[in-house]
């Protein structure tokens, strides 16, 4: 199928939702739809009232496409789950993420994972998550998050009193940004209860740190030796 039809299928998809009244999920993976096609279905979402679960994992979706997913993240009232994962979204989409974070008051299930996020995009969403009392569900794993998106993730949670879930799985994550993490979690936050951060460059001393936390419940941690 050509990228042209795709685009032509999203946008009458689009149009559709904009008076659907009872369709709740819509699993549009895999379909190259591109940042025209994340354009699209932002239009419908800012008017849809009933779509709850949206699901655009590999889609070739980047920095463009997902601010204008954002942009419809700040009308929208009805999304509580938004999968991204397996895209091109890079720090620069983070950032559009941060300001609709701050607005949108039903997203509880973020998934970002396989993306091109960095420290700097860590950093940026850990703004947001400072603000945001709704969203319990962030997955970040298999992006490019070392320590100092870490640490900025430890100080967001001192904070935040809603996020219950966050996966940090084969990042960049050393020693120093493990250690932080974990003290943030022992002696602050009790609210997350599972912590995934299997492949990172942790070492024995961290990874046992994190796995103490009383709070955790479930807790995947991977070290180097």
Do not use: P
């Amino acid at each position: 199928m050509s990228f042209e039809l795709k685009l032509r299928i999203t946008s009458a998809l689009s149009e559709a939702l904009k008076t659907n009244l009872t369709l709740t999920t819509l699993n549009f993976d895999c379909n190259s739809i591109g940042d025209n096609g994340a354009r699209a279905l932002s239009e419908s979402l800012k008017t849809s009232s009933n779509l709850t679960t949206l699901e655009l994992w590999s889609n070739k979706i980047g920095n463009d496409g997902l601010l204008a997913l954002a942009g419809a993240l700040k009308a929208n009232r009805t999304l509580t789950t938004l999968e991204l994962w397996g895209n091109t979204i890079g720090d620069k989409g983070a950032q559009a993420l941060v300001e609709a974070l701050k607005i949108n008051s039903t997203l509880t299930t973020l998934e970002l994972w396989l993306n091109l996020i960095r420290d700097y995009g860590a950093q940026v969403l850990s703004e947001a998550l400072k603000i945001n009392w709704v969203l319990t569900t962030l997955d970040l794993q298999s992006n490019k998050i070392g320590d100092q998106g870490t640490q900025a993730l430890s100080e967001a949670l001192k904070t935040n009193s809603t996020l219950t879930t966050l996966n940090l799985d084969n990042n960049k994550i050393g020693h120093n940004g493990a250690l932080v993490l974990s003290k943030t979690l022992s002696e602050v936050n009790v609210i997350l209860i599972t912590l995934t951060m299997e492949i990172n460059l942790i070492g024995v001393n961290a990874a046992q740190a994190l796995k103490h936390v009383s709070t955790i419940t479930t807790c995947n941690i991977t070290y180097d030796n």
